[in-house]
């Protein structure tokens, strides 16, 4: 794995994070769509079946979880799963990890901006369409990307504020509705669904919780990496399970239909206490969103920088603000493809896409991390997972089966965006070896 050269004089980024940034960090990412989305869609495919989808979605993705602990704690560069793959695997094959990654958080960012327009849109209808809604889009672009761009910390900074509402907003939801709750709308009655409707509905969880990468993307700018990322990673994971958890059972045992609305927290709130509810639920699910969608706006530039460091996309990419110390045009030409996305095109169903773009780069992950177990001259972990090579083969075929089962219209897809992906690392390498190649400038005479 090659690395990028510096000089004293190249503006570089700078390790500012300290582990309780990255456990904010990873709250935005996965305290999402998971509270606020998932509990309708999966009951609409689950009904009485939702908590077990839940439980069984956590339960699948603890080896995962475990795996990326050990993977974390052996590196300390920016790129998290594009320098594991790099680290074990050919380099097409890390660059897809990055690329797909990289190109579902654009997706993510869409959903996620569109779902708050969902929720804007209950009190001011002129927002769902139109000029209203591209304002109301491009706006939230502007400002979340210039807080991206002023620096790390200052980024960390609105993350961390952003949890403690979000924390406050599920403990003040809970506290208020639990009281409310139907103990038999709780009651699993009816047989169980299909196979391939239950992977389905996991995978929609699995959307939701996807994301706890992003804390080992960001680790070129944490403080000790490898004794952090894995420490916040499963703190994190067991955290945002409980908030899921306390989520679905206000909805389900609340609600009559839970998958009536997109909105079941607002409706929940509004059938309980009225217009107020329904606007304190909404003004909560805003923070929740921007949250998540500041994460990702973290991590995603991110991404792109590690890639073109490695020489697999163009150089300018790499590109670090002398005054700010962040990847500036990675940051811009993410930020305008996420919200370009979440403008021009309804991407609340590409959920599930999003989610098959990275259960790709999990299960390659898996398998570098099992090719690392078998080589004496990998990086040492500072967190090692007994049987690690036992596990991540098995968690790399039991999430290719998810994927199998749960995303198989997404499939053909997924193969478009990872052609198009590789032929944009087909240009820069060739691009490269051209430079290379070609003679010097000659003296004069």
């Known amino acids: 794995m090659t690395t990028a050269v510096e000089t004293p004089q190249t503006p570089h980024l700078v390790r500012a994070l300290r582990r309780r940034d990255l456990v904010g960090l990873l709250l935005n990412a996965m305290m999402g769509a998971g509270m606020l989305a998932a509990p309708a869609k999966v009951f609409g495919l689950a009904g009485e079946w939702s908590f077990v989808v839940l439980a069984a979605s956590a339960l699948i993705l603890v080896p995962l979880i475990l795996c990326f602990a050990e993977l974390g704690s052996r590196f300390s560069a920016t790129g998290g799963p594009y320098i594991y793959a790099s680290e074990a695997l050919p380099p097409t094959v890390a660059f897809s990890v990055g690329w797909l990654l990289w190109i579902s958080q654009a997706l993510s960012v869409a959903t996620l901006s569109n779902l708050l327009v969902s929720y804007l849109a209950g009190f001011v209808p002129e927002v769902s369409a139109g000029w209203p809604r591209i304002a109301l889009i491009g706006g939230l672009g502007v400002v979340l990307s210039t807080i991206v761009l002023t620096g790390i910390r200052r980024s960390a900074g609105a993350s961390n504020t952003l949890v403690v509402l979000k924390v406050g907003f599920v403990l003040a939801f809970l506290v208020a509705c639990v009281a409310f709750v139907q ?263």
């Open 183 to 445: 103990p038999e709308r709780l009651a699993v009655v009816s047989a169980a669904p299909a196979p391939v409707t239950l992977a389905q509905a996991i995978l929609i969880y699995l959307f939701a919780y996807s994301g706890f990468e992003r804390g080992s993307v960001v680790a070129g700018e944490s403080r000790d990496p490898k004794r952090d990322v894995p420490l916040a990673l499963i703190g994190s994971v067991v955290a945002v399970t409980v908030a899921y958890a306390a989520v679905l059972l206000i909805c389900v045992g609340v609600l009559a239909t839970p998958s009536a609305t997109d909105r079941p927290l607002a409706e929940a709130g509004r059938q309980l206490f009225g217009p107020v509810g329904a606007l304190a639920v909404s003004l909560g699910a805003g923070a929740v969103i921007l949250g998540t969608i500041l994460g990702i706006l973290i991590s995603m530039p991110r991404m792109l920088l590690a890639i073109s460091e490695q020489g697999q996309l163009p150089a300018l990419l790499a590109r670090v603000h002398a005054r700010w110390h962040t990847p500036w045009i990675s940051i811009l030409v993410s930020s305008g493809l996420s919200f370009g996305f979440a403008i021009f095109s309804d991407v609340i169903g590409a959920l599930t896409f999003a989610t098959a773009t990275r259960l790709v780069a999990y299960i390659l992950c898996c398998i570098a991390l099992f090719r690392m177990t078998r080589r004496s001259d990998a990086p040492q972990p500072q967190f090692r997972l007994p049987g690690a090579q036992v596990i991540s083969l098995i968690t790399a075929a039991l999430f290719s089966c998810v994927l199998v089962l749960g995303a198989t219209r997404e499939l053909p897809p997924l193969l478009v965006v990872l052609a198009i992906g590789l032929g944009l690392f087909g240009v820069t390498r060739l691009a490269a070896r051209r430079r290379a190649s070609s003679p010097g400038p000659r003296n004069s005479p």
